[in-house]
């Protein structure tokens, strides 16, 4: 059964930082492309970030382009999402996902001051 776990939000000023994590199982971790996807309330699903399994490749949107960094450790099966310079319109259900497939529950990071 494919798991991913999200971990690390919660609530922080505007120009702060955070760090989410998100821990898989239930698959071959390192031979997949994997994402980071977020929701604000009232919107739709919004990418943000994508490294892929091969070279370890990212690609951002550009709303976050420059402040967050997607990274992944897979001998631990553990994908990381760097956030700075947080900003109140990062608020947002921020997700794990599997490029194309499952997604994890989500956990909620809250910019505000």
């Known amino acids: 059964e494919v798991q991913l776990v999200e971990s690390g939000g919660g609530l922080v000023q505007p120009g702060g930082s955070l760090r989410l994590s998100c821990a898989t199982s239930?698959?071959?971790?390192?031979?997949?492309?994997m994402s980071w996807v977020r929701q604000a309330p009232g919107k739709g699903p919004e990418w943000v970030s994508s490294?892929?399994?091969?070279?370890?490749?990212?690609t951002y949107a550009e709303s976050v382009k420059g402040r967050f960094t997607i990274s992944r450790d897979n001998a631990k099966n553990m994908l990381y999402l760097q956030m700075n310079s947080l900003k109140p319109e990062d608020t947002a259900v921020y997700y794990c996902?599997?490029?194309?497939?499952?997604w994890g529950q989500g956990t909620q990071v809250t910019v505000s001051s």
């Open positions: 996902a599997i490029l194309g497939g499952d």
């Open positions: 490294i892929d399994s091969d070279f370890g490749s990212t």
């Open positions: 239930g698959f071959i971790f390192r031979s997949y492309d």
